[in-house]
């Protein structure tokens, strides 16, 4: 299903079915015994966002060593390989949805109710802002504890009243702070309204820094040679160029005229430079235009060369990259790699990434244009936001790092 599919099948099957749940389940919590309880065995739920499970992994590790539970989640099937980069979850507590239609949708929504329950889980965490497919889920996987974000007095979207712990989303602190809360929330003493009343420091969303073995870094660079046969590791700088962005959002992507003549300006600065274009096997023919329209050989299509598993080992070997306001940016934050960020729609202050990363962001007064509200669905066609962001102002930051080594 396309996105705006999705979007309508879950406002106008999503509000009813919501408001129907809510009573039966309320009515079933009152015979399950949660006093005295803890949680353990938490399952996270988070579909869409491939970027939101490296995100999360702070919230991840906090459930596992304060609340010492087994953690579980539930991805849609092609999100899943990101959930994999840190190897945080074990693959048997990973449970996938395919959303190609509704048939298999409904399929698996089925089974994931008979999964859920085979795991015994207790308590679940709904890191969704605006779904109401996966408020379904959560209340009707069997958990004693359900948590997520409510609106409260907001007028944000409706999803019922399913949670047990309802938490005010806030939207001037950073989304991995706002999942480190639903964590609190389950790690708070008593009852509170709205959970959760905590602190939480920047040291709470720190990601480890992954290293690649001699192995992986030899394939990689094996990898690269078959790109493009010239290739030195010992002469050549790699600069890695992400022009891409998902369909959920296609206002996030910077213009590829742009991109163009930046790969031209970085190669003109260093002969051993090589530019390699990232992304997914479906973006490779773009990457092949994009290549042709800079004239130059040392910029190379390596869109569907790497599984998304291999990317740590790709980062590791790269000098910097520059990518739109997607999954990469995410990706390369559990690496070292100096990564630039271009945002639009979106602003970094909520969803920039937590490593080695400088946002580039023009602030306009309509930016951020999509959020928890909007169900991140922008009227905009015409995105200045990303076209006040020149190549000048992205060139000077990249030629620094340049500089720097």
């Avoid at 599919?5 to 919501?18: E, Q, S, Y």
């Avoid at 579980?72 to 507590?93: A, C, E, G, Y």
């Avoid at 409510?150 to 005010?168: I, P």
């Amino acid at each position: 299903m396309n996105i705006d599919t999705m979007r309508a099948v879950d406002k106008w099957a999503g509000i009813p079915l919501t408001f129907f749940l809510t009573l039966p389940v309320k009515l079933f919590s009152r015979f399950k015994k949660t006093q005295g309880k803890k949680p353990q065995r938490v399952l996270f739920i988070e579909l869409s966002e491939m970027g939101s499970t490296i995100l999360v992994n702070p919230a991840l590790e906090k459930t596992k060593t304060q609340l010492g539970a087994e953690v579980f989640f539930v991805i849609f099937r092609k999100n899943k390989p990101s959930l994999d980069l840190l190897h945080t979850i074990p693959n048997t507590n990973i449970y996938t949805i395919r959303e190609h239609n509704i048939a298999v949708l409904a399929l698996d929504t089925l089974g994931f109710l008979l999964w859920a329950r085979s795991k015994r889980i207790d308590t679940v965490v709904d890191l969704e802002l605006f779904s109401r497919f996966t408020a379904l889920l959560t209340g009707l996987c069997g958990a004693a504890f359900r948590v997520g974000f409510h609106s409260f007095h907001n007028e944000g979207l409706y999803r019922g009243d399913l949670l047990t712990h309802k938490v005010a989303y806030n939207p001037h602190v950073h989304i991995a702070k706002n999942f480190i809360a639903l964590v609190n929330a389950l790690l708070a003493p008593s009852k509170e309204l709205p959970f959760s009343k905590t602190y939480i420091d920047d040291k709470e969303i720190e990601l480890p820094v992954l290293t690649s073995s001699e192995a992986e870094i030899a394939s990689i660079r094996a990898l690269i040679k078959k790109r493009y046969s010239a290739y030195d590791s010992k002469v050549h700088k790699i600069v890695l160029i992400n022009p891409n962005a998902s369909e959920l959002l296609p206002q996030r992507r910077w213009m590829p005229e742009r991109y163009v003549e930046l790969i031209q300006r970085i190669l003109k600065t260093d002969e051993s430079i090589i530019v390699l274009i990232t992304g997914a096997p479906s973006e490779a023919k773009e990457a092949d235009e994009m290549c042709a329209r800079t004239g130059k050989e040392q910029c190379v299509n390596f869109a569907g060369a790497t599984p998304l598993q291999q990317l740590p080992a790709l980062y590791n070997v790269a000098t910097l990259m520059v990518t739109n306001d997607s999954g990469p940016g995410h990706f390369s934050s559990i690496t070292a790699l100096p990564t630039f960020v271009l945002f639009g729609p979106e602003t970094p202050a909520l969803y920039g990434s937590l490593g080695n990363s400088t946002p580039i962001y023009a602030g306009l007064a309509c930016s951020p244009c999509v959020s928890a509200s909007n169900h991140r669905k922008t009227p905009c066609q015409d995105n200045k936001c990303l076209q006040a962001i020149s190549v000048d102002q992205v060139f000077s930051l990249v030629k620094e790092q340049l500089q720097q080594g």
